[in-house]
């Protein structure tokens, strides 16, 4: 089996399987009780909360545990809408090709009489940062805005948003669950206010993730019923789930670069056979992208048909985010940058890891081929467009 998934989920690394067995056996008291077998969980609780802190540099009283990327989302969007009503503003900047954890709690905000500004993304799948800029208004109380793409891979100008954000003195959130583990990330840096990551995008357990709140930053509670997380998140902590998450994460970004690297060539070299398809197309920019994340569309095909006769051929690949895969609808990522209905319904998202070999590649590349050119054969769409009754929009 190749697995070509990762953006979707990632297998946990055994390290971090073995961080978690072992507390579950051996330190499953309650981080908030107060005698030793609790104050052994709170430590571990407090070292891990530590190291994730030192990862995206931040500092540790900085990070709330959460149960993943979702819950972190809602509770910084919801926390600026809060601090919004008390300010007298209701408007909030984000891009048309958000996950939906964004995008449905943006939907909810509409109704309590907020007003969203939705970027045009361009085909590139970049957002333009002096656009963004003439977007924010008297009103804006929040810009969020997506570290990397979920569905094509492509990373935002998030340092040049940070650096207009703080400017006209409105609060930042970034959803980077695609990000974190993957490619650097400097929470300081980049003038970040809010970042919501999840672990089982880097090899840790599913749900546990974690958001960051900077120094300043008014949080309102999402959860209520405890004092856990300095009273901003309710609930008896997950111990084994966030020792081992700061397991995976520390163990991810060691030798990130050159693992980058190896995935990147490998991602490449899937790119440059796949565009051998006539009336094929890779989704966003082919450089600014995720080191692992390869997305095409195949003009005359069904995204699910192509799947599930990868799936045959031992490749696990997807059609867009994991969060939607059940629904019919063609991505909304895709006809943000302006892919037609049609062809929107042709993709294809392979993400890839650092177990990826060159080998795995080339059967990748060899299966799509095939397996285009076999729909290709009974589909007809093609058989309209070969004829001339349609014209190729690829």
């Not at 656009?131 to 109380?141: G, K, P, S």
């Not at 793409?149 to 650096?163: D, F, K, L, R, Y």
């Not at 009336?279 to 992208?289: M, Q, T, V």
Request: net charge negative; with cysteine; hydrophobic share 40%.
């Amino acid at each position: 089996m190749i697995y070509a998934d990762n953006a979707a989920t990632t297998k946990m690394s055994e390290a971090a399987v073995n961080t978690m067995f072992s507390l579950m056996n051996d330190c499953w008291g309650n981080p908030s009780s107060l005698y030793s077998h609790g104050q052994k969980a709170k430590d571990i609780l407090e070292k891990a909360r530590e190291d994730i802190a030192s990862v995206i540099g931040a500092n540790a009283r900085e990070i709330i545990f959460t149960s993943g990327g979702s819950e972190a989302d809602n509770q910084a969007i919801l926390s600026a809408a809060a601090q919004g009503v008390k300010n007298n503003k209701k408007h909030i900047v984000s891009t048309a090709f958000e996950h939906h954890a964004v995008l449905h709690t943006l939907e909810k905000l509409k109704r309590y009489g907020f007003e969203i500004t939705l970027l045009n993304v361009h085909e590139d799948g970049l957002i333009v940062p002096g656009e963004l800029e003439n977007a924010i208004r008297e009103d804006t109380c929040l810009v969020t805005v997506m570290y990397a793409n979920n569905e094509i891979g492509t990373i935002q100008p998030v340092h040049e948003i940070g650096e207009i954000c703080r400017r006209r003195n409105v609060t930042f959130h970034v959803d980077a669950v695609q990000a974190v583990g993957h490619i650097p990330v400097n929470v300081a840096d980049d003038n970040i206010d809010m970042l919501s990551a999840s672990a089982h995008k880097f090899h840790g357990p599913k749900g546990v993730g974690f958001l960051y709140v900077r120094k300043g930053i008014i949080l309102s509670n999402l959860i209520e019923g405890g004092a856990q997380e300095r009273g901003k998140r309710a609930g008896t902590e997950n111990v084994p789930g966030v020792a081992a998450m700061a397991t995976a994460l520390k163990e991810v970004v060691n030798d990130m670069d050159e693992k980058a690297k190896h995935i990147a060539s490998v991602r490449d070299r899937i790119i440059s056979g796949l565009k051998e398809i006539p009336h094929s197309a890779l989704n966003g920019d082919a450089f600014k992208r995720l080191p692992g994340n390869v997305n095409f569309c195949f003009e005359g095909i069904e995204g699910e048909s192509l799947l599930l006769l990868l799936d045959d051929k031992g490749i696990c690949a997807s059609s867009g985010s994991a969060c939607t895969s059940g629904s019919l609808d063609p991505s909304h990522v895709l006809l943000a940058i302006g892919r037609p209905h049609d062809v929107a319904h042709g993709s294809l998202r392979l993400s890839i890891g650092e177990d990826i070999k060159q080998a795995d590649a080339d059967c990748i590349v060899s299966s799509v081929k095939e397996t285009v050119e076999y729909l290709r054969g009974f589909s007809p769409i093609w058989r309209d467009l070969m004829s001339g009754k349609k014209e190729f929009i690829l």
